[in-house]
């Protein structure tokens, strides 16, 4: 793999992607990753019409910084000569360090365009897609991120995949998950590993990675040459030192500490805040509810305490709710002396 724009692979190195999460992995929250050992970052999706209208909103979803290279922009549509203008401003305006395309979103008003997850029932329209941008920007590196087909009787992945690799695709994302199934049920590493098989382009396995353990065997049994981390990375974004040690054969670092979980919690909303003072002026925080409350997992008392989150109105209440669990003055109330596991 010499030859390859993509020099994160090789050498025998697995890298760790951080899945792209919409509403959920922007600028602030992969600063937080790439502190905690995510080593190759995705921004969210974004319609590549969106980007043509130039809304400064669509801008922002697809900004990054310089420290967080290397990173990739997601873009999705339908419309191939949309998508190979959008990616042409997304390279001219942003020098991504390649461009990924979405061929794995199974959101009902995006397969409804015959975008995302919709074009692998679609192929020849996806081919020209992949033609259109490809050509659009010889000078940057494509990436595709994919499902395993649309539904079980029709998984494409591996025909897919081998056709984007001749029309110049350079690694492969593969969610291990069909279109119908949405998120439930497993993810189909052995699946992936037919993908591995079929391409001699790095294929990055995705799907339900929770650990170190698991993850050195899903590397083991299907050959992917990189790892991404999409939920546990939520609740968990220490999770990418855990994976690399486990790759790399180290010890694994100490479990998180309650402290630690606080203070990832409240660096995420002072960077998020700090990112969105420009066009939120003094709007009060609740609105950053959802980013936060992945965090709560593995709280005692998490319940309890999202409910509080839900209703902070500043940064100072975030803090103090976060002294509170700290001090242990829940733990007291026998009632409320459980840790929530299911969340
Ligand atoms: C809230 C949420 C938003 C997502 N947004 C995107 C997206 O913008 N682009 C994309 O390719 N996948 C997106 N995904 C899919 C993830 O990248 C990943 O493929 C999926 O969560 C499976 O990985 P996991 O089991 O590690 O979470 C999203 C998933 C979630 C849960």
């Not at 003094?282 to 980013?291: L, N, V």
Request: with cysteine.
């Amino acid at each position: 793999m010499s030859d390859s724009r993509l020099p994160w692979f090789g050498q025998g190195k697995v890298p760790l992607y951080l899945a792209p999460m919409a509403r959920h992995t922007d600028v602030a929250f992969r600063s937080l990753c790439k502190s905690f050992g995510a080593e190759v970052m995705v921004t969210e999706f974004v319609q590549s019409e969106a980007l043509l209208r130039d809304r400064a909103k669509s801008w922002e979803m697809v900004d990054f910084t310089p420290e967080q290279r290397p990173m990739g922009v997601q873009i999705f549509g339908a419309t191939p000569s949309s998508m190979a203008t959008a990616a042409r401003m997304v390279c001219e305006r942003l020098q991504p360090d390649f461009l990924d395309l979405n061929f794995g979103c199974p959101a009902h008003k995006v397969i409804e365009q015959n975008a995302g997850s919709g074009l692998l029932r679609c192929t020849p329209l996806l081919y020209d897609i992949v033609r259109a941008v490809r050509d659009a920007i010889p000078g940057t590196p494509l990436t595709a991120k994919m499902r395993l087909g649309w539904d079980v009787d029709s998984i494409v992945a591996p025909e897919v995949a081998a056709r984007l690799e001749s029309l110049g695709v350079e690694a492969i994302a593969v969610h291990g998950r069909t279109r119908e199934q949405g998120y439930s049920g497993e993810a189909d590493w052995s699946r992936i590993a037919e993908v591995v098989r079929a391409v001699r382009i790095p294929v990055i396995g995705n799907g339900d990675l929770k650990d170190g353990p698991t993850a050195v065997r899903r590397v083991r049994e299907s050959g992917v040459a990189g790892l991404m981390v999409g939920r546990a990375a939520l609740g968990s974004p220490w999770i990418f030192g855990e994976i690399r040690a486990a790759l790399d054969g180290a010890p694994p670092p100490p479990p998180a500490t309650l402290e630690l979980r606080w203070r990832t919690l409240l660096a995420l909303a002072e960077h998020t805040l700090s990112r969105a003072d420009a066009t939120l002026g003094g709007r009060d925080i609740r609105w950053m509810s959802a980013k936060l409350q992945p965090l709560t997992q593995g709280l005692p008392h998490c319940r309890r305490i999202r409910d509080a989150l839900q209703r902070c109105r500043t940064l100072e209440e975030v803090r103090a709710l976060a002294r509170r669990s700290l001090s242990g003055e829940w733990d007291s109330h026998p009632v409320e002396n459980q840790i929530d596991t299911n969340d």
